[in-house]
């Protein structure tokens, strides 16, 4: 399951809100069925890369966290505890995930196809050079343009279908909402506006925001499947637009979406701790 390479690409992947997948709950998985589910749809790799976007929280506040030092290190590691992640990711799924869709999602993920897209998906969204992979990407998609290649169309199908409705951008929004307000609680940053405000102003930047979170996605999507032929992603892109896929989807982006934003209000709040680093 793919995820982008920016702060905003990171979390720009999936989609729906909590609560609404906690409403189309249809009965309990057991946790053996939810971890083992986890590891063969390499969801459990995508809750590890959460910490990876954590380098993008002090640019939102104009902090450098080079100038802490080993500080920031210990905090981001604190606040973004894979285990912990982890757990509240299985608490939530052991009582919202049908066996149905998690079935459906394992029957193709376990197959030949769906292991290679799998692992191909793990190591590229643990890569931490953003920036390299980012570059990469754009100059893939540059050259399929060039080319006339309808892989470029194939890619844009699987990214519709990962969010058909959108609601990546308004989670993107609620988060950075989150993190600047807890940073303003936290007296990190001096806030001139409140969250209607904040909101106000991100809906004026809308246009701008969707444009560079599509870029993104499309870039690292070329990027993540280069090795892939046309067929596979074909194929693929048909698995996620199953009903069942899509119902598997929505709820695993909800519970990314939710972590991601408590972990960065905790963030936010905790940074008041952080002391200019000293050279000896």
């Known amino acids: 399951m793919q995820h982008s390479i920016t702060f905003i690409a990171r979390i720009a992947v999936f989609s729906l809100g909590l609560m609404f997948a906690l409403g189309q709950a249809a009965q309990a998985t057991s946790r053996e069925r939810i971890e083992a589910f986890l590891e063969t749809t390499g969801f459990d790799v995508a809750l590890e890369s959460i ?37 509240t990711a299985v608490a939530i799924l052991e009582q919202t995930l049908s066996d149905e869709a998690l079935t459906h999602a394992v029957e193709f993920y376990a197959s030949d196809l769906g292991q290679r ?7 590229s969204h643990m890569i931490e050079d953003n ?13 399929l343009v060039r080319e006339g290649a309808m892989r470029v169309e194939i890619l844009k199908r699987m990214n ?8 990546a951008l308004r989670a993107v929004q609620e988060i950075q909402v989150r993190f600047l307000l807890a940073a303003s609680a936290a007296g990190v940053i001096d806030l001139q506006l409140d969250a209607d405000g904040l909101r106000a102003l991100m809906k004026a930047n809308e246009a701008q925001m969707r444009q560079s979170m599509q870029q993104s ?27 069942l896929m899509q ?4 709820l695993l982006n909800a519970v990314q979406y ?21 050279d000896i």
């Open 131 to 143: 920036d390299a992979k980012q570059a990469e990407g754009l100059r893939i998609v540059a050259d």
């Open 51 to 87: 910490a990876l976007a954590s380098a993008s929280a002090p640019q939102m506040v104009g902090i450098d966290p080079e100038g802490f030092g080993s500080q920031w290190t210990r905090l981001s590691e604190e606040v973004f505890d894979t285990e912990k992640m982890h757990e």
């Open 258 to 278: 939710e972590i991601m934003a408590n972990r960065f209000e905790a963030l936010a709040a905790r940074m008041a701790e952080l002391r200019p680093a000293r």
């Open 217 to 243: 996605a499309l870039a690292n999507a070329a990027y993540t499947y280069q090795t892939f032929s046309d067929a596979d992603l074909e194929a693929y892109a048909r698995a996620l637009e199953h009903p």
């Open 117 to 123: 897209l799998v692992e191909a998906e793990n190591a």
């Open 247 to 250: 119902q598997v989807y929505e």
């Open 160 to 167: 519709r279908a990962i969010d058909s409705s959108e609601t």
